[in-house]
């Protein structure tokens, strides 16, 4: 570890578990073995606020995806883990949760670490996220069920339908919140009686390595879970065509995204992909400025912008505009920005120096497009890849900024003239992940919610997420559902079973 990194951790005195996590050499997790790649490669792990090594991570090779794929099939075909008494299975997940709670603040830490984050967010929101999600999906483990069936068809037949675990499942995770994205794939897998595959980041897997500890402490059979660390681009790749992966599930960007769904296509494998977002945010001119101004910031500033579905597009009723600007500007210039271990950061650096030349790049798009940079808008002198919380007024639809997804804390805003205006500008954009609509007025709001073309619509809040509800885009955000009862149905096949009775 970096000396710069060893006197930040001591600066904000980081707790012995996690000095403990970070001394030790890191491996992979395959087939319930600890494992370095197999050809010795690492890369390293840099902590964004400092700039410095924090340790390195096995570089996994298509050999490793090999092994770990045959270590989770060879526990789905022969192990115990889909013939578990479901609620067996929903103990040991409970067991699991248990432990991802008991380790929260270590959790948070590595998590704060490793990607830049709030260390508070990352506790209240990630790691609790995390154990909510395991409970949550617990509890499917001894509810699942066919149907039985009355045929129309001459005869006399008994017929079912069986709900039956896909198989192995591979999953592959972004770094913007690296455990709580993990266990929104492998929860509900595993609850199922399927097993799995996952790669993280390669940005940010000290905590899924930490969580693979807790999965072998938690008494799950070998093979069921297994991580291999390493580049989009080796183990990533491989896995979308790896003939041993009967579902790939996917978060990350539109076009890793595009190519990792067609791929995976080849092989008919099964697919879920989580992808971008540009979410719209409607502020009628009804709506109470003060705190929708706050809940807009927060909307697109949480995690630094680095959230799939921020309110990145605010679309204001012009009567109401420039008063909602002020309060807008105002509050955001409260927002602290500070290290991610600092307990009261709310704008942390970004994740890398490639994210953060990438928004300060965006940025400069916006100005020469000509939108009106009223807030922010620079990087601040390293170390640490912090950039400004940044707004732009008056923007046009056919900018870039307002047409890509920056993934950081830039937002951008113009005003409407009525409804039909708002939800033109709205719906006009390749992604559909969510909306949001900030108003008191009932009848509108429930009037907007049907025209959004959008898989979340979130009103007078953002990002309200819990694993009872659905989460997934509509167009180029995505297909597929991850967390609540619909996600369940991708992760199994059903059968229907034809019995003739005398
Ligand atoms: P990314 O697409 O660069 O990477 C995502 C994952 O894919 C990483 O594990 C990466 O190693 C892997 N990968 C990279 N190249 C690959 C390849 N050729 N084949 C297979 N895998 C490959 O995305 P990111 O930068 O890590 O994450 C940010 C993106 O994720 C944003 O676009 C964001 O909107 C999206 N995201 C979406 C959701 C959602 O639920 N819709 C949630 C979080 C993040």
Redesign the pocket.
Known sequence: MDTVVQQYLERYGVSEATRRFLAKPQKMFIGGRWLESGDGQFFDSVEPSTEGVITRIPAGTVDDLDHAVAAARAQFDGGQWRRLKPLERERLLHRLADLIEANAIELAELEAIDMGKSVASARDVDIQGTVDTFRYFAGWASKLHGRTVEPSLPGNYLAYTRKEPIGVVGA??????PLQ?MA?KLAAALAVGCTTVV?????TSLSTLRFAELVQEAGIPDGVVNIVT????V???A??THPGIDKLT????????R??GR?ALDSIKRVTL????KSPVLVLDDADLAAAARAVANGVFFNSG????AGTRAYVHRSVYDAFLDELIAYTATLKIAPGLDPDCFISPLVSAL?KDRVVSYIDTGRREGAELVHGGHALQGPGYYVEPTIFAHCRNDMNIVRE?I?GPVLVTAPFDDIDDALAQANDSPFG?AAAIYSNDLGRVHGLIPRLHAGSVYVNAHSTIDPAMP???FKE??FGK?LGPEQLDHLMETKAVWITLP
């Open positions: 592959i995770v972004p770094w913007n919140f994205t929104w790669k993280p980041a390669e940005l390493g580049r989009g681009s183990v990533g790749a896995m979308a996917f978060t990350g960007s539109t076009p890793v995204g190519n990792v791929a989580e992808l971008g977002g680095q959230v799939c579905d994210q997804e993934f992940l989460f997934g885009g955000s995505g991850d």
